[in-house]
């Protein structure tokens, strides 16, 4: 291969953390469009939303043109973003060939023809109440839009389910008596409509209840009744087969699997039972895990760590997988009115990420819009592995390892590489094999990375992910060093060069693992829970009372906020910390990093705390997701003692520890 430095032989040997590498953090920025709002089929044509970081975060809609080719259907400002739960989802959807979003900034939904300027759909809401509107889907005449609708401030928010009609005629109630109202449904007639409601304390994948309501008079619904669900079942996307029945997904059995609802009288079958998951965790409106077809079929992605897209006959409950090859990672959108042809998201460990039809009959996939711009030649990426470790408590933590890899170059013989520990957010995602310019930039230049689904994480069936209920900051922190211990003990890591990092819920994780072991000798935490009680009184109302599950209720619990926390354990950390953290997070706000650093300087931890404006909670910003991969790698360079391979992103200022 060709380096600054001119051509390097096969095989030659440089220092873990100093390989030179084509994957620089430009390249990373510019792989980090993401598709992450859904896609689906007009008149047989993809339509798909996806994230422009190079453009300030913005999300566009797109199809598939006449010529073949992606074409933008908004351009610049439009940015088709919801802001309900702030998480959003659900921000747009098309009746006939219409478009109808949520426009980020002021979210009020607007409506366009392909090629047309955009009009607004929803009025200009008061100034004193922030009104905000998600989980859009066409009404069952096509006259309406069905939408969850959030108005209020702070913690103040009431939510319901409305019907906004195209033409700009009021806004009418149509569901409510809930904190959280999802997956609106109008029957195929309309006489009746299902969603999904739950109440705090409860998150949605703790228990929700699917609710039914009978018209009542032209344009209302009576009062609904709970077909399913409760405390401790968690229900989801509800779809109607004809007028009286329903698909849905419930946990009931430990596991998410889908059921059909008769109603009256209500009666409640499996449709195909078993230790998989057909559902998964909503934290944004509107996923889908699966669609029905005719002939009493369902089409599925079932999970037990890895994915599968499955064809389910209702009626017998046979199942027949559809083989996708070199595909671990799937995400179903929609199916055309066929049903002969699906739309998925899926990559794996030598495919990237993106949007495909799948022809059901044959299995055959068609890239539609694949994700592989500023991804390095294929001999770059890691050789991920799917694994499974044992705690010292016997329980079984799943993990994907991605060892460092290089076409040309080697680690000094008899050394053991470094290795970056990554813990996702939520705490209740799930980490996936995936072909990842953010993972090539650490493993081409000589750093291991090892992705954890620790004990809480979805995928793996209720069980799992209930251990880390009423022990944040124990289980997560326990599996992540367990695992990492694990590669130590088989002599595939450095024991004294091992970091941590993680964002949101990742980032609690990581400062609670400094804080409260030695086997991480430094971490990069961005936008990190610091302190439990610090994020009940500052946070959003959808995750204010999320910690009662995982810590416990205030003010019972306040102990155990106390001993959690990261800020009240500073006094315990000795590595170097990287907090990284944006100045418009609603979800874990700046003072949460502030009283940190505040933390770190006061018992003179090594750390560096940098703020970005303009950025939330996840950083969609090209030049913010740069600065941050430049400055993760100084701090590891520095604290590691290896110097990355000239490539542009050491002629930044290094790390600059305080």
């Keep these: 291969m060709t380096s600054g430095e001119g051509t390097m032989e096969i095989g030659v040997e440089l220092p873990f953390g100093s390989w030179p590498s084509?994957?620089?953090?430009?390249?990373?920025?510019?792989?980090?469009?993401?598709?992450?709002?859904?896609?689906?089929?007009?008149?047989?044509?993809?339509?798909?939303?996806?994230?422009?970081?190079?453009?300030?975060?913005?999300?566009?809609?797109?199809?598939?043109?006449?010529?073949?080719?992606?074409?933008?259907?908004?351009?610049?400002?439009?940015?088709?973003?919801?802001?309900?739960?702030?998480?959003?989802?659900?921000?747009?959807?098309?009746?006939?060939?219409?478009?109808?979003?949520?426009?980020?900034?002021?979210?009020?939904?607007?409506?366009?023809?392909?090629?047309?300027?955009?009009?607004?759909?929803?009025?200009?809401?008061?100034?004193?109440?922030?009104?905000?509107?998600?989980?859009?889907?066409?009404?069952?005449?096509?006259?309406?839009?069905?939408?969850?609708?959030?108005?209020?401030?702070?913690?103040?928010?009431?939510?319901?389910?409305?019907?906004?009609?195209?033409?700009?005629?009021?806004?009418?109630?149509?569901?409510?008596?809930?904190?959280?109202?999802?997956?609106?449904?109008?029957?195929?007639?309309?006489?009746?409509?299902?969603?999904?409601?739950?109440?705090?304390?409860?998150?949605?994948?703790?228990?929700?209840?699917?609710?039914?309501?009978?018209?009542?008079?032209?344009?209302?619904?009576?009062?609904?009744?709970?077909?399913?669900g409760g405390a401790t079942e968690s229900v989801l996307q509800p779809e109607w087969l004809g007028d009286r029945a329903l698909a849905v997904l419930s946990d009931r059995s430990g596991w998410w699997n889908p059921y059909r609802v008769a109603l009256g009288p209500d009666s409640?079958?499996?449709?195909?039972?078993?230790?998989?998951?057909?559902?998964?965790?909503?934290?944004?409106?509107?996923?889908?895990?699966?669609?029905?077809l005719t002939g009493n079929r369902l089409l599925a992605v079932r999970t037990r760590?890895?994915?599968?897209?499955?064809?389910?006959?209702?009626?017998?409950?046979?199942?027949?997988?559809?083989?996708?090859?070199?595909?671990?990672?799937?995400?179903?959108?929609?199916?055309?009115?066929?049903g002969e042809h699906a739309l998925v998201l899926c990559g794996g460990a030598r495919q990237p990420r993106g949007l495909r039809q799948v022809d059901l009959a044959t299995?055959?996939?068609?890239?539609?819009?694949?994700?592989?711009?500023?991804?390095?030649?294929?001999?770059?990426?890691?050789?991920?592995?799917?694994?499974?470790?044992?705690?010292?408590?016997?329980?079984?933590?799943?993990?994907?390892?991605?060892?460092?890899?290089h076409p040309a170059v080697r680690g000094p013989a008899g050394q053991r590489p470094p290795y970056l520990v990554w813990v996702h957010g939520g705490p209740t995602a799930r980490s996936t094999v995936q072909v990842s310019a953010s993972i090539a930039f650490w493993t081409s230049r000589g750093i291991g990375v090892l992705d954890v689904n620790y004990g809480g994480s979805t995928g793996y069936g209720r069980e799992y992910r209930e251990r880390l209920r009423g022990m944040w900051g124990v289980v997560d922190v326990a599996d992540a060093a367990a695992a990492a211990a694990c590669l130590v003990a088989r002599d595939e890591a450095d024991p004294r060069r091992l970091a941590i990092q993680g964002h949101?819920?990742?980032?609690?994780?990581?400062?609670?693992?400094?804080?409260?072991?030695?086997?991480?000798?430094?971490?990069?935490?961005?936008?990190?829970?610091?302190?439990?009680?610090?994020?009940?009184?500052?946070?959003?109302?959808?995750?204010?009372?999320?910690?009662?599950?995982?810590?416990?209720?205030?003010?019972?619990?306040?102990?155990?906020?106390?001993?959690?926390?990261?800020?009240?354990n500073i006094k315990g950390m000795r590595a170097p910390v990287l907090l990284l953290q944006g100045l418009d997070d609603p979800i874990v706000p700046p003072p949460l990093a502030e009283a940190f650093r505040e933390g770190l300087e006061r018992h003179q931890v090594p750390h560096q705390y940098v703020a970005f404006a303009g950025e939330g909670h996840g950083f969609r910003r090209a030049d913010t997701l740069v600065r941050c991969l430049e400055l993760s790698l100084a701090f590891l360079g520095e604290t590691f003692g290896f110097a990355p391979a000239d490539d542009g992103a050491t002629a930044r200022p290094r790390a600059g520890l305080a």
């Design 22 to 228: 084509p994957v620089d953090p430009q390249s990373v920025a510019g792989t980090s469009v993401s598709l992450g709002d859904g896609a689906i089929y007009v008149q047989g044509r993809p339509w798909w939303a996806e994230s422009r970081p190079g453009e300030g975060g913005r999300v566009t809609i797109c199809r598939v043109g006449s010529d073949g080719r992606p074409e933008d259907l908004l351009g610049p400002p439009w940015d088709a973003r919801s802001r309900v739960h702030e998480y959003g989802g659900g921000a747009w959807t098309v009746i006939g060939a219409e478009l109808f979003f949520v426009q980020h900034d002021d979210q009020r939904i607007y409506r366009v023809f392909p090629g047309g300027q955009p009009r607004p759909v929803t009025p200009i809401a008061d100034p004193l109440l922030s009104v905000r509107f998600g989980d859009l889907s066409p009404g069952h005449d096509g006259r309406d839009l069905l939408a969850v609708r959030e108005a209020g401030t702070g913690k103040d928010v009431v939510r319901d389910v409305v019907a906004v009609p195209t033409g700009g005629e009021p806004i009418r109630h149509l569901a409510g008596g809930s904190r959280f109202v999802a997956f609106p449904r109008q029957s195929p007639d309309g006489s009746r409509l299902a969603w999904i409601s739950w109440d705090h304390p409860r998150m949605p994948w703790d228990g929700t209840e699917l609710r039914v309501a009978e018209r009542d008079g032209v344009d209302g619904y009576g009062e609904p009744r709970t077909v399913l």
């Design 268 to 292: 409640v079958e499996a449709v195909l039972p078993g230790e998989h998951e057909i559902g998964g965790p909503l934290w944004k409106l509107r996923p889908r895990w699966y669609s029905v």
């Design 363 to 405: 299995g055959a996939v068609t890239a539609i819009r694949v994700l592989s711009s500023g991804l390095p030649p294929a001999e770059f990426f890691s050789p991920a592995r799917a694994r499974t470790f044992v705690n010292p408590e016997g329980h079984e933590v799943h993990a994907v390892d991605y060892p460092p890899h």
């Design 504 to 568: 949101s819920a990742g980032g609690w994780t990581v400062l609670a693992a400094l804080a409260t072991t030695d086997v991480f000798a430094a971490g990069i935490s961005q936008c990190g829970v610091t302190d439990a009680r610090l994020m009940v009184e500052h946070t959003h109302d959808f995750e204010s009372r999320y910690l009662d599950g995982l810590v416990g209720p205030l003010p019972e619990a306040d102990q155990l906020y106390e001993e959690r926390s990261p800020l009240t």
């Design 305 to 338: 760590g890895d994915d599968r897209l499955c064809l389910i006959d209702m009626a017998s409950g046979a199942v027949r997988d559809i083989d996708l090859p070199g595909f671990e990672t799937i995400s179903l959108t929609d199916v055309d009115v066929t």
